[in-house]
Nanobody
């Protein structure tokens, strides 16, 4: 059964850091791109970052450049989103999803999401 499970969300003060995990099961990351997306209350879901099967990275949101990075551990079949210098506008539910090989393909198999709250 194909499944993506996000974890690592929580409450953090502005300027703090979190690392989100996206654990994949039922398939291998070798042949898939994994994207991170987020949705804040009252807003549409937006793309954040994506890593393709060759470890190429695509930034969807200019606002996270220089603060967020994406990486994968193929031995753990897990993709990470490292978020530094968090801002209140980063507060959202973060989701991961997969696409075949490259970030330009259609994403599916969405995880359940993990809440990130940035507040003092």
């Amino acid at each position: 059964q194909v499944q993506l499970v996000e974890s690592g969300g929580g409450l953090v003060q502005p300027g703090g850091s979190l690392r989100l995990s996206c654990a994949a099961s039922g398939f291998t990351l070798d042949y898939y791109a994994i994207g991170w997306f987020r949705q804040a209350p009252g807003k549409e879901r937006e793309g954040v970052l994506c890593i393709n099967s060759s470890d190429g990275v695509t930034y969807y949101a200019d606002s996270v450049k220089g603060r967020f990075t994406i990486s994968r551990d193929k031995s753990k079949n897990t993709v990470y989103l490292q978020m530094n210098n968090l801002k209140p506008e980063d507060m959202a539910v973060y989701y991961c999803a997969r696409a075949p090989l490259v970030c330009a393909e259609t994403f599916g198999s969405w995880g359940q999401g993990t809440q990130v709250t940035v507040s003092s």
